[in-house]
């Protein structure tokens, strides 16, 4: 008698905690930007509206870390759907502002490839629309889901711009260097005075075994080091020039 009750009660049991499951879980949440422009997300909570997940800013081309947390369903069934809210940058104004372009997307959810939700990741698309992927694994994996294979690639146009960032980072190098040494011949004792300030509240330790602006020691080393200093630039900026995009 006792063991025919065992069976019943066991179902029970099983029924019971599959009644309490709850019918949502978190999943990780990342995204990844396919557009020039910087972006941020927030996939608002189906279960809480007013609650979101995300907001860190993705870089263009580029993807974002992994956050906690976005809510889906347990169970996939068609036209589950979910509200991302996007901010996204456009390019710089004369004054130097960044418009600024906030969207509301309703983006359906694609079925779970294994039956079990993944982590949520929000891909901003090439043409600026947004879509989701459930998945455990990256863009680049084989057996990614979503329609869009791969992680970003970055446009000529988006890696000239940066290019053109490092290229004239070591152009004003060279001509400050350049400047540096005319002075040294034009008015040694003023730049003298000035570098040496300059190196005595930063870098004191580097004025160890001299006297003062007007060791002739100290004059000779600071010229070495501009001398040596364009020569570097110089390489650098003739290594970004071969590597243009």
């Known amino acids: 008698m006792i063991r025919s009750l065992l069976v019943p009660a066991c179902l029970l049991g099983a029924l019971l905690l599959s009644a309490c499951e709850k019918p949502t879980v978190s999943v990780n949440l990342h995204g990844v930007n396919y557009t020039g422009e910087t972006f941020s997300y927030v996939v608002m909570d189906p279960v809480i509206p007013d609650q979101g997940s995300g907001g860190e800013l993705i870089d263009p081309f580029g993807a974002g870390g992994t956050m906690c947390c976005a809510t889906l369903p347990r169970e996939w ?6 509200t991302v809210r996007t901010t996204h940058w456009l390019k710089a104004r004369p004054d130097g ?4 372009i906030k969207q509301s997307h309703i983006v359906e959810v694609p079925k779970y490839v294994d039956g079990k939700p993944g982590e949520l990741w929000v891909l901003r698309n090439a043409d600026g629309s947004v879509s989701v992927v459930s998945s455990d694994l990256q863009p680049d994996h084989a057996q990614w889901p979503g329609k869009i294979k791969g992680w970003p ?3 000529i146009e988006y890696q000239r711009e940066r290019w053109e960032l490092f290229r004239k980072h070591e152009a004003d190098g060279v001509k400050s260097y350049l400047s540096a040494l005319e002075q040294m011949k034009e008015n040694p004792d003023k730049q003298a005075r000035e570098a040496w300030e300059v190196t005595k509240q930063y ?7 001299f006297s003062g602006p007007d060791d002739p020691k100290y004059r000779d080393s600071l010229r070495k080091e501009y001398e040596e200093g364009l020569a570097r630039s110089r390489v650098w900026l003739k290594n970004i020039m071969d590597e243009k995009p």
């Open 153 to 155: 690639v970055p446009s």
């Open 203 to 209: 870098y004191p330790s580097d004025l160890v075994g």
């Open 77 to 82: 069934r068609p036209g589950i759907k979910l």
């Open 97 to 100: 502002s960044l418009p600024e």
